[in-house]
């Protein structure tokens, strides 16, 4: 049950550091969340864990450091004045029709990517195997969390230049990212 609860802190946290921050390219703000992120889990962990809580300290401590970066992500949206009333308001219905299709894909890119490990684990049957496999899986998965980041930062960008119908910004957006991420993956 303590662990459901600690998906609403985690969901909300997302929505305003992948959502907001990279939507209005304050790429800054994003990566300082992300930075503090990790290092306020950790501090928490470490804190309840030596106050004596075992288990549930560091139960606890995750918890309290998502809780923690999440009033640093609202107060740094509240200092740039971007969290304000709106009066527009979207029928359940639209909504609904919005994200099934981003649930849907989400749902099974997850599972496409994880499927191999629960085969392995079938075929094998032994943990200590599936353990080493599922290292270097995360290890060759490196590559693809680099590169990772370029349609992150890149999207925003080409849906203002798009929606400004700036066209020949666009075009350069892409061929850059393309050059650069060539430079890269080739050698």
């Known amino acids: 049950m303590f662990l459901g ?3 609403v802190p985690m969901s909300l946290l997302s929505l305003y550091n992948n959502g907001y921050f990279n939507g209005l390219r304050l790429f800054k703000q994003q990566a300082l969340i992300k930075t503090i992120y990790p290092f306020s889990r950790v501090f928490f962990v470490f804190l309840f864990v030596f106050l004596g809580l075992k288990l549930w300290g560091i139960l ?3 918890f309290v450091g998502t809780l923690f970066t999440l009033m640093i992500c609202i107060f ?3 200092r740039k004045k971007i969290i304000k009333p709106t009066k527009t308001r979207f029928s359940s219905k639209k909504i609904l029709f919005f994200s099934a299709p981003i649930a849907i894909s989400a749902l099974g890119f997850t599972v496409i990517k994880n499927i191999n490990t629960i085969f392995i684990k079938s075929f094998l049957l032994d943990n200590t195997l599936v353990g080493l496999y599922t290292s270097a899986l995360t290890l060759s998965n490196i590559p693809y969390m680099i590169f990772l980041s370029v349609p992150i930062a890149l999207m925003p960008s080409i849906s203002k230049s798009i929606s400004s ?3 020949k910004l666009t075009k350069k957006y892409i061929s850059q ?5 060539l430079l ?3 050698p």
């Open 5 to 7: 609860i600690m998906v």
């Open 60 to 62: 606890f401590g995750y």
């Open 76 to 78: 740094l949206l509240k």
């Open 165 to 167: 119908k700036n066209y």
């Open 177 to 181: 990212s393309i050059r650069y991420l």
């Open 184 to 186: 890269f993956m080739v």
